[in-house]
């Protein structure tokens, strides 16, 4: 195809015009507009493809199916929210929810409830592939070959210890840990856990001179401060 309209591109990529749209204007391109509307050429669409990402259906599933599960299968401990998967998915929350349950149905994916430690017991459904399903194993190295790109997100700028984590400092007052005030405080706290969850986001969003700072303490394992401070580093 030499050309293509905005409609015709996002079916191809499996996404929405208005992230084609998007797309459009954060590359600085500059398409013809006819009759028609905003038309792409060859050029333009393989490098929206490059950009946004592609993905073919496999068997029965849609593009927007398999974008779902290569999404799920980038986040093993499995995800909470409709719209974290639609941000790693690059499709609408919408297309996810309609996606999730024909999965479900098809065995691919499996919604648990979990209790989780946020600042108390919090019981909450989670979404994750399920690995064990002979109809996942069957796509799995296709769905794998998928390369997802999303909209870049903004830097968050945290100013408190999220509820997920605080019961990592449950002999401290919640209100009184502020950041960056209290960072060299809350990094020694989450980095000296076996918590993955909390070394993530403390190596994600904690100043790297407090987390060098967390890491220089002792009893920290030489592997798990290894970890955390490449996590750290990969910021600067």
């Known amino acids: 195809m030499d050309s ?15 992230r084609v749209y998007r797309a459009i204007k954060r590359l600085g391109m500059n398409p013809c507009v006819g009759r028609r509307g905003v038309i792409l050429t060859a050029a333009q669409f393989e490098a929206l493809s490059d950009s946004l990402g592609d993905a073919k259906p496999v068997g029965t599933l849609s593009r927007e199916s ?4 290569a999404a799920l299968a980038a986040k093993p401990r499995g995800v909470r929210s409709n719209r974290t998967i639609a941000r790693a998915a690059g499709v609408s929350p919408t297309t996810v929810g309609n ?27 989670v979404v994750a592939l399920n690995l064990r399903s002979f109809d996942w194993r069957s796509v799995a190295s296709d769905v794998r070959k998928v390369q997802l790109h999303p909209e870049p997100r903004r830097a968050s700028d945290p100013r408190i210890v999220p509820a997920r984590l605080r019961h990592h ?5 919640h209100n009184n840990l502020r950041l960056p005030e209290n960072a060299d405080y809350v990094a020694s706290r989450l980095l000296n856990t076996n918590d993955p969850d909390a070394v993530v986001w ?8 407090a987390i060098r700072k967390a890491c220089a303490i002792r ?15 990969s910021r600067e």
């Open 66 to 69: 398999v974008k779902v599960l």
């Open 4 to 18: 293509y309209s905005v409609a015709t591109a996002a079916g191809a990529l499996g996404t929405s015009p208005p």
């Open 202 to 209: 403390a190596a994600e969003h904690l100043p790297v001179n």
């Open 219 to 233: 009893g920290i394992d030489k592997a798990h401060k290894r970890l955390i401070m490449n996590l750290a580093d």
């Open 169 to 173: 400092f449950w002999n401290a007052a």
């Open 99 to 125: 996606a999730l349950g024909s999965l479900e149905k098809a065995d691919l994916l499996r919604v648990e409830r979990r209790v989780l430690p946020e600042g108390g017991a919090r019981t909450v459904n």
